[in-house]
T-cell receptor, first 113, second 114 residues
Framework: AQKITQTQPGMFVQEKEAVTLDCTYD???????LFWYKQPSSGEMIFLIY??????QNATEGRYSLNFQKARKSANLVISASQLGDSAMYFC??????????FGTGTSLTVIP | DTEVTQTPKHLVMGMTNKKSLKCEQH?????MYWYKQKAKKPPELMFV???????INESVPSRFSPECPNSSLLNLHLHALQPEDSALYLC?????????????FGQGTRLTVV
């Protein structure tokens, strides 16, 4: 069963604007971790940000922040001040007990000059 | 050092060949993963090793054979592959157990089966 859902196959954002990429997840495991990765056309999977299920505060890493709403089982990525180099595929992923590590279907982000 | 190194970066092999993909990390991570990724699709989990023992096999055909010789190395042995096995193969490593805060990927091996 699909555990990670990304409902936006493609998104467009104007350069210098902020954009939110959606991710919802489903698990009954109380201990889990949520990741966001960026994958440019070169194929490398670049780690952006991590949120643990017990973390009280939303994670932030530079221009990236994770809007973690545990009760709603959502973990949206917010990219502030978009840059042309942000154009890529973005994947939400979840790791569960036993190192079960699964990805959502991804969102293709295009930054428009 | 947050690097996961995969070799080779590109591989072309015939359906009767035997080849191996290699993955190495020196972050002290005790969980290592193999993924297969087709174009415009998410990575699909194939195998997970935890403390050098195979813990997850996602019903992968036996023509793919993983091996974890030590805590830093992960191999994927390939034999009698089909053209549909052509894909990007990604290796990842993470802290084992709960509360994982680090999970990094290698740059991948682009495999073409002819």
């Amino acid at each position: 069963a699909q555990k990670i859902t990304q409902t936006q196959p493609g998104m467009f954002v104007q350069e210098k604007e902020a954009v939110t990429l959606d991710c919802t997840y489903d698990t009954s495991d109380p201990s889990y971790g949520l990741f966001w990765y960026k994958q440019p056309s070169s194929g490398e999977m670049i780690f952006l940000i991590y949120q643990g299920s017990y973390d009280q505060q939303n994670a932030t890493e530079g221009r990236y922040s994770l809007n973690f709403q545990k009760a709603r089982k959502s973990a949206n990525l917010v990219i502030s001040a978009s840059q042309l180099g942000d154009s890529a595929m973005y994947f939400c992923a979840m790791i569960l007990t036993g190192n079960q590590f699964y990805f959502g279907t991804g969102t293709s982000l295009t930054v428009i000059p | 050092d947050t690097e996961v190194t995969q070799t080779p970066k590109h591989l072309v092999m015939g359906m009767t060949n035997k080849k191996s993909l290699k993955c190495e990390q020196h972050m002290g991570h005790r969980a290592m993963y193999w993924y297969k990724q087709k174009a415009k699709k998410p990575p699909e989990l194939m195998f997970v090793y935890s403390y050098e023992k195979l813990s997850i096999n996602e019903s992968v055909p036996s023509r793919f054979s993983p091996e974890c010789p030590n805590s830093s190395l992960l191999n994927l042995h390939l034999h009698a592959l089909q053209p549909e096995d052509s894909a990007l193969y990604l290796c990842a490593s993470s802290q084992a157990g709960q509360g994982n805060a680090e999970a990094f990927f290698g740059q991948g091996t682009r495999l073409t089966v002819v």
